[in-house]
């Protein structure tokens, strides 16, 4: 697979420098990514590119993936309009091995030659002193140019700590380093973070020129290049990624497979035929069978079910997607009491965040002598305002335990089963109320 040529049709390519593709055309390349261990998991945000690692590979090329423990110490400007918060190394250490068994469910490390490796920038960063790094980073970079980047342009303004301005080095050295322990030739990116990776490219071109001298300085020879992946936004400009409770995380804890389904399968469909190509690992003939099957039935949303799979299972595994799947029937009230038994207690009560709940004790509820007693009596009319109420809502049909409708005002509670053990999800018509059993 040619791996420009791939980038392309999917419209992942935004700048490269010059010599790039052909130095990948010629031979197997290695190739790194850095990821600033910020928070406990990564977000989609970072999913675009991973998935440039990720085709990297799968075009016959080693991909390193750099987690920034060094660098996540100090906080990269580009993007940002203030000062980041320093974060604990407890903190850092943490999110870092989040990061590596995320990055893991995307990259082959057990492939032959080109496997993928993982580095953490802190085993090189905690040997160097303040001193050295003057003299061995600092010394080749002019503030001149450093100020000419827009990361520290658009800081100007609002001001910006030697820190953050000193980022731009730590990242470039990163790439040195890479380049002469590990031979790795290319630093890719979002195109948010082109200044700091040409910033590797100048420092690796000047350190090789002065270790030849002035006088030779033109016949210097290193092969360092540079590769950006647009920055994934909506058709109608805003940022891709959040949802309307923030971060959309590849952490389960954080964002349930549920919630993760149900993103991607919200997505309109003037956003899906570019978040397919990104995300997703379907061919270009795949790709255009999915589109032509959407455009002849929209309403079933084939495109965006197909997008809601490949990242789901990809990100969370097929089984956690079959219950998004399944859970979705619930959402849309296609559920059966068979598919609530299904689920496990994280996706329902994922599914039914929200939702109005009533709390009682376990006696409370072996006390109970009828449904009737249960959804009026026993739950203080919070389900319904009174016995009376609870009993016409019977007699008209419009109540249901568990997606199975009751009717018989006497039915003993016995005869009910609890979900996940401590469950009952009350049909009042249209809308749910959750009765949880306290053990």
Not at 52 to 68: E, I, R, S
Not at 299 to 314: F, G, P, S
Not at 375 to 398: C, D, F, L, P
Request: glycine share 8%; proline share 2%; aromatic share 10%.
């Amino acid at each position: 697979m040619n791996f420009i040529e791939e980038l392309r049709w999917r419209g992942m390519l935004q700048d490269a420098m010059p010599g790039t593709e052909e130095q990948l055309n010629k031979e197997m390349t290695a190739g790194y990514i850095g990821f600033d261990p910020t928070a406990k998991s990564l977000h989609i945000g970072n999913l675009a590119t991973i998935m440039l690692l990720k085709h990297f590979q799968l075009a016959g090329h080693k991909p390193f993936a750099l987690v920034g423990g060094a660098t996540g110490m100090v906080g990269d400007p580009s993007g940002k309009a203030a000062e980041r918060q320093f974060l604990s190394e407890e903190t850092l250490k943490e999110n870092q091995e989040g990061i590596r068994n995320q990055l893991a469910k995307f990259l082959d490390f057990d492939c032959g030659e080109n496997s993928a490796e993982i580095v953490n920038n802190y085993d090189w960063f905690k040997e160097i002193g303040f001193l050295e790094f003057l003299r061995e980073v600092g010394k080749y970079l002019t503030v001149n140019y450093m100020m000419s980047k827009d990361s520290v342009k658009n800081r100007l303004t609002t001001g910006i700590s030697f820190t953050e301005f000193s980022y731009q080095l730590l990242q470039g050295y990163d790439f040195y380093w890479l380049y002469k322990n590990k031979n790795v030739r290319l630093q890719m990116g979002g195109s948010d973070q082109w200044g700091n990776i040409t910033t590797g490219t100048e420092l690796i071109r000047r350190k090789e020129a002065a270790m030849v001298g002035e006088s030779d300085e033109e016949n210097v020879t290193y092969q360092a290049y540079a590769l950006t992946t647009p920055l994934v936004t909506k058709a109608d400009g805003t940022k891709f990624g959040k949802s309307e409770a923030g971060n959309v995380w590849l952490d389960p804890s954080f964002t349930s497979p549920y919630q993760f389904y149900q993103f991607w399968l919200s997505q309109t469909d003037i956003d899906t035929p570019r978040l397919l190509r990104v995300f997703t690992l379907y061919s270009k003939t795949e790709i255009e069978a999915i589109e032509s099957q959407h455009a002849d039935a929209p309403h079933l949303r084939i495109a965006q079910k197909a997008l809601a799979k490949d990242v789901t299972t990809r990100v969370h595994g097929e089984e956690q997607y079959e219950l998004a799947v399944k859970a979705s029937e619930v959402l849309f009230g296609k559920a059966t009491l068979e598919t609530l038994q299904s689920l496990d207690e994280a996706t329902f009560t994922s599914i039914f965040d929200g939702v109005p709940q009533t709390e009682i004790a376990k006696e409370d509820w072996l006390a109970c002598s009828s449904v009737l007693d249960l959804i009026s009596v026993v739950t203080n009319n919070e389900v319904y305002a009174s016995k009376g109420e609870a009993r016409r809502a019977m007699q008209g049909n419009a109540v249901s335990v568990n997606k199975v409708k009751i009717t018989d005002e006497k039915l003993a509670v016995a005869d009910l089963q609890l979900l996940q053990g401590k469950y009952l999800l009350i049909g009042k018509g249209k809308k749910n109320h959750i009765i949880k059993v306290l053990n």
